[in-house]
């Protein structure tokens, strides 16, 4: 999966931007070093990375700003790097479009599976039980292609890659209870931790793409105890 990936790293300590590409090249990927938000735009000019790993903490622009920034034009997927215990910087960071977080001090085994796993995510184009293009469901239609959610009014909205996978796993399975272990080793390669938002806070912010209301839902309804359902009637076109 390393050979011909790309991965740029934005984070202005010296140390770790070094022990990250010497890890990262170790297992095959070119990688791209940034110490802050010019820097990293001046590369992302000229290369169009694979993922890209964002530190919270860093003069100038905040890792919450860049993520923003990078959002308006891209979905690469992001990992962001947080302090260890502050959950509200987690939460943030998967509000504004990243795909995961880490927390410091990390393993770099554990940083290598989390890159693994959204990579493969990346890779993911459509629904394996589509027999069409689009998929309609409500007053939407996923482009499976595209990844654009079109409503009947035909305006487009593009998705981030996490929000079109969470998205087409539902699609996939109407009328199913998803439970939040079963959404996020579909979608990220892993089980949930203890105590972890990010699932909870990733279907919240679909949600409200959606128009949905999670106290009285059309789409998505919370199965308490369980896990979600996609409650919308499904259909299939080319």
């Not at 479009?97 to 599976?113: H, N, Q, T, V």
């Not at 579909?186 to 203890?194: C, H, I, K, M, N």
């Not at 209301?213 to 919370?222: E, L």
Request: glycine share 8%; proline share 4%.
């Amino acid at each position: 999966m390393a050979k011909g990936k790309q991965i740029l790293i934005v984070d202005d300590d010296q140390e770790i931007r070094e022990l990250l590409q010497e890890y990262l090249q170790r297992a095959g990927f070119e990688v791209l070093a940034a110490s802050e938000g010019g820097e990293m735009y001046r590369l992302l000019a000229d290369n169009q990375p694979d993922l890209i790993i964002l530190d919270i903490m860093m003069p100038g622009d905040d890792g919450f700003s860049l993520c923003q920034q990078i959002r308006r034009t891209s979905q690469v997927p992001i990992i962001m790097l947080t302090a260890a215990s502050d959950e509200a910087d987690r939460v943030i960071g998967l509000e504004l479009g990243a795909d995961d977080y880490i927390a410091k001090p990390f393993s770099p085994r554990e940083l290598m599976a989390r890159i693994k796993a959204l990579l493969r995510r990346a890779e993911f184009r459509q629904p394996e039980r589509e027999s069409g293009r689009r998929i309609r469901f409500a007053d939407w239609v996923l482009d499976t292609l595209s990844q654009h959610l079109i409503n009947d009014d035909g305006g487009e909205m593009d998705l981030t890659g996490s929000d079109f996978l969470l998205l087409s796993l539902f699609l996939q399975h109407p009328g199913q209870v998803l439970d939040r272990d079963s959404i996020s080793d579909a979608t990220r390669g892993r089980e949930t931790l203890p105590m972890e938002r990010g699932i909870d806070v990733q279907i919240s912010r679909l949600r409200q793409k959606l128009g949905d209301n999670g106290k009285s839902p059309r789409i998505i309804k919370t199965i308490r105890g369980s896990g979600y359902m996609l409650i919308a009637e499904v259909s299939h076109e080319d």
